[in-house]
C-alpha cells in the first residue's frame, strides 16, 4: 500500500510563492508517475501537473504554465510543486497522486493512489 502525505499549504498572498511537498511510503514510487491535483470549492479536481518517473515527462494545465514546476526526487520518495505567482484563482485543495503510468498523466481518472490533499488559500 502507498500512503502520500502533502505538506507545506497555506494561506499565501497574491504574487506570492509557496512550495508543496509530497512524502511517499509503504512502497517505491520510482517507477510511477506522480501528479499533483487541486480542486477548487465547487470545481471538479484538475491535474494541475504530472512528471514521469524519470523526471522526463512533464505536463501542466494552462492554468499553471509558466507558473508552477513540479519536480521529484526518487531517492527519497518525494514530490515538490514549486507554486509562483500565486493568485486568487489558485485557491484550493492541493492532492499529491500517483499512476502506475510511469509518464505520468494528465487524467485524475488514471490516479490510483492519493494524499489526504492540503488548503492553499491565495488572497488578493
Known amino acids: 500500500q502507498l500512503q502520500l502525505v502533502e505538506s507545506g499549504g497555506g494561506p499565501a498572498q497574491a504574487g506570492d510563492s509557496l512550495t508543496l511537498s509530497c512524502a511517499a511510503s509503504?512502497?517505491?514510487?520510482?517507477?510511477?508517475?506522480m501528479g499533483w491535483v487541486r480542486q477548487a470549492r465547487g470545481k471538479e479536481r484538475e491535474v494541475v501537473a504530472s512528471?514521469?518517473?524519470?523526471?522526463?515527462?512533464?505536463h501542466y494545465a494552462d492554468s499553471v504554465k509558466a507558473r508552477f514546476t513540479i519536480t521529484r526526487d526518487n531517492v527519497k520518495d518525494m514530490v515538490f510543486l514549486q507554486m509562483n505567482s500565486l493568485t486568487p484563482a489558485d485557491t484550493a485543495v492541493y492532492y499529491c497522486a500517483s499512476t502506475k503510468a510511469s509518464a505520468g498523466s494528465e487524467r485524475r481518472g488514471d490516479y490510483d493512489y492519493w494524499g489526504p490533499g492540503i488548503q492553499v488559500t491565495v488572497s488578493s
Open positions: 512528471i514521469g518517473w524519470r523526471s522526463g515527462t512533464i
Open positions: 509503504g512502497r517505491a514510487v520510482n517507477v510511477r508517475g
